[in-house]
Every structure is written in structure tokens, then in C-alpha cells.
């Protein structure tokens, strides 16, 4: 895992929450040999526990091994001091889901006040380029043993030219580890 120092992460502004702590866009530096800087995503661990650190290592791990063109990129974890924080790139048009409401057929946007149609709606062509790109990651996924168990358009990041990523692993396993779960026979 790549170890990235906190004097190279300046926190831009916040851009969402979840249950593993916030989300920052953040700038950069010095993770690039051909950038200066760049704009990452950086996701802020808020339980401070053992248990909640463990679990950030296994994920950090796991996003180490996992490289794909459809797969949200993971740069590596800022781990001296708190809160502990994963550097993964920008998405610049957020989840899938908030880019899907707001391409849809009732997506309205203010202008000055004044209700305006959205973006424009998304044609079965670029529904099905959306689609495939996903279905490319899990395969991914699947051909190295791992299970996503929360894939969701929240899950999925839409960046430029209508790139889809899978993002959001906190859930995954490696379907091969010693996390199985057994059946039992049900007694009466």
C-alpha cells in the first residue's frame, strides 16, 4: 500500500458521507511524477476503534490488488495521525445514482430561481455504455475472486466522456478466504 504524507492532501471541500466517515475533494501533491498536483477524492475514516482501523487496513489491501479500467483507482492511504484517509482519483460527476436522476426524464434544475430542464436525457445508447462498463468491472471482480455485496448506482462514480467506475468496496471478500459461511442443517 502506498503511503501518501498529510502535508500532500489539502482538503478542497466536502463531498458526502457515508457510513465508513466523510468524503473530501481534495488537491495532491507529489503522487504523480508527471503532475504537480492533482484532484483526488480522499474518504476520512470517523471511528477511531481497532476494529474500524483493521477493517480500513484490509480495505486499503484489497484496492491495492485491485487494477481495471472500470474500477475506481485507489493511490494509497495517508496513515500519520488521525483521522486515517484513502486517496482514490476524482470523479468529477459524482455516484451514478445523482447522475442518473439528474439526466432523466423528470430532472429539473433552477436557474435564477426559475425551474429549466436538466441536462438532457440519456439515450438507450449511452444507458447501454453505462451498463456495459459496470458489467466489465464485476466481471473484473469476479476473475479475482472477490464479491462487491453492495453494488449500487451510489456505488457507481461517473467521470468524463460518461467513464463509469465501481468504487466503494467496504463490503467486499474474497470469495476464496476463510470468511465462509456455513449452512447448517435446520433441527426441530
Request: charged fraction near 25%.
Amino acid at each position: 500500500v502506498q503511503h501518501i504524507k498529510r502535508r500532500d492532501i489539502v482538503l478542497k471541500r466536502e463531498l458526502g458521507e457515508g457510513a465508513f466517515g466523510k468524503v473530501f475533494l481534495a488537491e495532491c501533491y507529489n503522487l504523480s511524477p508527471t503532475n504537480d498536483k492533482m484532484l483526488v477524492a480522499v474518504k476520512a475514516l470517523k471511528d477511531p476503534t481497532l476494529a474500524a482501523r483493521k477493517d480500513f487496513q484490509r480495505e486499503a489491501e484489497l484496492l491495492t490488488n485491485l487494477q481495471h479500467e472500470h474500477i475506481v483507482k485507489f493511490y494509497g492511504v495517508c496513515g500519520d495521525g488521525d483521522p486515517l484517509i484513502m486517496v482514490f482519483e476524482y470523479m468529477k460527476h459524482g455516484d451514478l445514482n445523482k447522475f442518473l436522476r439528474a439526466h432523466g426524464p423528470d430532472a429539473m434544475i433552477l436557474v435564477d430561481g426559475q425551474p429549466r430542464q436538466a441536462k438532457g436525457e440519456l439515450g438507450l445508447s449511452q444507458m447501454l455504455h453505462i451498463a456495459s462498463q459496470i458489467a466489465s468491472g464485476m466481471v473484473y471482480l469476479a476473475s479475482q475472486h472477490f464479491v462487491h455485496r453492495d453494488l449500487a448506482t451510489r456505488n457507481c462514480l461517473v467521470g468524463a466522456n460518461l467513464l463509469v467506475k465501481i468504487g466503494d468496496f467496504g463490503m467486499s471478500r474474497d470469495v476464496y478466504s476463510t470468511d465462509y459461511y456455513r449452512v447448517r442443517q435446520l433441527q426441530w
